[in-house]
């Protein structure tokens, strides 16, 4: 049997896998902290300047300068404002830069030296650098370990990702990808509560990393990925964890088997990498279309979330809201895609089309909205449904791309994929500067850049109930084909009684 048809007979959700999805679900409030660490910690409060002349040099300035709020952050430590002000920026963005380059790095890393090693050695440095910034001595070492956090960050939770899928039957790979999107928004607003209580931002830092200490004892003891096990053609390293997986869901009778991998690596053969995306056809046109995906999902989520501008009232409320805000969009991307009739393409498709077509409906709002014009035609209810709609459009990228790569090449079209989107996270902070040239400019490239990225969407073949590929080869394999087709065949009684 093949590794598939293995998690079906040891489980393919027993209470083992229910244990790990658990770790690595709840991992995500660790990483939302991360993401989120520079709002608080780079946050510029009001300020006055005690002096009737204005001071010519920024040594003269600090000098002059007290601060409106009780709260501390790296503005008010080492004066960044005014002409250093944009230091904190630039701090937040060499931790995406740190994102980016982790997910280049990690997925060829764990696909060829394995999932669990290159994820521990992430997580162990992400906490390591996390507290050296919590103890930076001046703003160069804090935003070089901001740096440093971002690479560890973005790459070990690409393989967290990816090992919380392979542990799970693909049946519940939706399930699983849904849980991790969803928690990662909880993380958000647990974060905004851990601020308001520590207005210290090196003692927020430091707890902040904490929970990372945690969660290196808990996966410490984590399997290695049976799929990448049987990619590699260890198939007896792959069948013990596997069996191992059966005895803890308490199916202690069965054995495990395995055929060999028709990709296996063979002795002295390079790893899969990335130019195997660019080598085959198939691989090379799903990249291209992903990788636009993805960028679009970030451009238009990061960049209505600017456009719209800081939210008046309280701090800590207005991030808790930036993350609850997401929640509806996990129950109902989860409901649609594991559905015959909508399936992960169409259903990726529409929310990114009905995402541009809120943009794109703010050109037709009155240019001088009264208070009583109901919020179902207000601005901000239109940019917060496109919000919500590329919010589920993004769960469903993680998914989509996972299932349409192969085992041996998974991890790194994961990672030129979140790499693309981290491109889109970088430029999204410049579209709101559109609005010097038309006022709705915005929403014109939000709206065409959704618009367009759901109709190439539709490009890509559909995989709810489809075979995962473990190796390149499957992609090509006669015997792959003809199993796709079985499963056709099979499913269309049930897709005609659903009609």
Not at 142 to 153: C, D, E, P, Q, S
Not at 311 to 324: D, E, H, P, S, V
Request: with cysteine; glycine share 8%; net charge neutral.
């Amino acid at each position: 049997m093949d590794v598939d048809e293995s998690l079906v007979a040891v489980g393919e959700f027993g209470c083992y896998q229910k244990q790990l999805t658990c770790t690595f679900v709840l991992l995500q409030i660790y990483v939302a902290c991360q993401s989120m660490l520079i709002v608080l910690v780079g946050v510029q409060p009001g300020y006055k300047i005690i002096t009737p002349e204005v001071p010519s040099t920024h040594e003269e300035l600090i000098k002059h300068v007290v601060f409106e709020e009780d709260l501390t952050s790296i503005a008010t430590e080492w004066y960044l404002i005014r002409q250093e002000a944009y230091k904190v920026n630039l701090a937040g963005s060499l931790f995406f830069l740190g994102l980016l380059l982790g997910n280049i790095l990690f997925g060829p890393l764990s696909d060829r030296f394995g999932r669990k090693p290159i994820f521990l050695i992430g997580l162990f440095l992400d906490v390591v650098f996390g507290f050296i910034s919590a103890i930076a001595p001046n703003y160069e070492i804090f935003a070089l370990t901001r740096l440093l956090v971002g690479i560890m960050n973005g790459g070990m939770s690409l393989v967290a990702f990816v090992l919380t899928q392979e542990f799970v039957g693909k049946s519940y790979w939706a399930l699983t990808g849904s849980l991790t999107n969803l928690v990662f928004a909880v993380g958000i607003a647990a974060f905004s509560v851990i601020g308001y209580y520590i207005r210290d931002w090196r003692v927020l830092i430091a707890a902040a990393n904490c929970p990372g200490v945690l969660f290196i004892f808990l996966f410490i003891t984590v399997p290695e990925s049976p799929r990448w096990l049987y990619s590699q053609g260890r198939t007896k390293e792959a069948e013990e964890v596997l069996q191992n997986i059966a005895h803890r869901n308490g199916n202690e009778k069965i054995f495990i088997q395995l055929k060999p991998c028709a990709g296996r690596k063979k002795i002295g053969q390079p790893a899969h990498g990335f130019m195997e995306l660019v080598r085959h056809p198939i691989l090379r046109w799903r990249s291209i279309i992903l990788m636009y995906v993805w960028y679009v999902c970030s451009l238009v989520y990061y960049g209505l979330i600017l456009n719209a501008g800081e939210l008046k009232g309280n701090r800590y409320l207005n991030i808790a809201m930036n993350g609850l805000v997401e929640l509806p969009a996990f129950p109902l991307c989860l409901y649609f895609i594991n559905k015959p009739w909508s399936g992960r393409r169409k259903t990726m498709a529409a929310f990114l089309v009905f995402a541009g077509i809120a943009c794109i409906s703010t050109l037709f709002l009155p240019g001088k909205q009264d208070l009583d014009t109901g919020f179902l035609v207000d601005v901000t209810s239109l940019a917060l449904c496109g919000k919500l709609a590329v919010s589920a459009a993004f769960n469903i990228v993680y998914v989509f791309t996972a299932e349409l790569y192969p085992t041996v090449i998974r991890n790194a079209g994961l990672g030129i994929c979140s790499m693309s989107c981290r491109v889109g996270g970088i430029l999204a902070p410049f579209v709101p500067s559109l609005k010097s040239l038309n006022p709705s400019m915005p929403f014109i490239v939000f709206g065409i850049a959704g618009l367009s990225g759901g109709i190439l969407s539709l490009l890509l073949p559909e995989t709810l109930n489809k075979p995962i590929a473990e190796s390149i080869e499957d992609l090509h394999s006669p015997d792959y084909q003809r199993l796709e087709d079985k499963r056709k065949k099979r499913l269309q009684p049930q897709e005609d009684t659903e009609s």
